[in-house]
């Protein structure tokens, strides 16, 4: 296993109904990329606003509306995170993902499919256990990385909430795009 360190301010995509956005309890009972179902505690947070976009847009993959469609209180709002230095599992590196059994290409396998939750939910355990803070990883939605915290002694803490019109639309900031007629 190869270690790194990661800190400073990450995303958080949330939902504006949760009641603690930092509670990761949810992917303990129902599990994540790197979180069993009925395991620990685990928040997945995002390096950077792309990122955090494409977590969105995967979100509403398969759906018959897409994020222009939700209603604005209930859009999932951008959670500025502070991240206290953590030591992490390397799985960002190609040499950290080979280290712990995953191709150098991951998040995509060698035929350029995305390696399964249940491939790395094993590594997660073996960082959990191993008493890292998380795993720094590449993102599955978008160039650049997640950090699957386990948020051991609440290093985390949230430093600004944007609501969706204000972080999600690259361009307009006051809502998504506007809707060309085109049936002229």
């Known amino acids: 296993m190869l270690r790194t360190e990661r800190g400073g301010i990450y995303y958080r995509v949330a939902d ?8 990761g309890t ?6 994540g990329r790197w979180t069993a179902p009925g395991s620990y505690p685990t928040v997945y947070l995002c390096q950077t606003i792309p990122v955090a976009r494409g977590i969105v847009n995967h979100n509403f993959e398969g759906l018959p ?5 939700v209603a604005p209180d209930a859009a999932p709002m951008l959670l500025d995170v502070t991240v206290a230095p953590a030591e992490c599992l ?5 040499a950290g993902a080979q280290a712990v059994g995953l191709p150098a290409t991951y998040p995509l396998d060698a035929s350029g499919t995305e390696v399964r939750w249940e491939a790395c939910q094993p590594i ?3 960082a959990y256990d191993a008493g890292l803070d998380g795993v720094a990883c590449a993102s599955a ?8 915290h386990f948020n051991r002694m609440n290093k985390l803490a ?5 609501p969706f019109a204000g972080w999600f639309w690259p361009l307009a900031r006051s809502g998504p795009p506007a809707q060309v007629d085109d049936s002229t």
């Open 124 to 126: 997660g355990r073996q």
């Open 90 to 94: 390397d799985v960002a590196s190609p």
């Open 16 to 23: 504006p109904s949760w009641r603690d956005p930092l509670d």
């Open 158 to 162: 949230v430093a600004k909430s944007r």
């Open 65 to 69: 509306y897409g994020p222009e469609d």
């Open 26 to 31: 949810y992917a303990a009972m129902h599990g």
């Open 141 to 148: 939605r978008s160039t650049g990385e997640e950090l699957a």
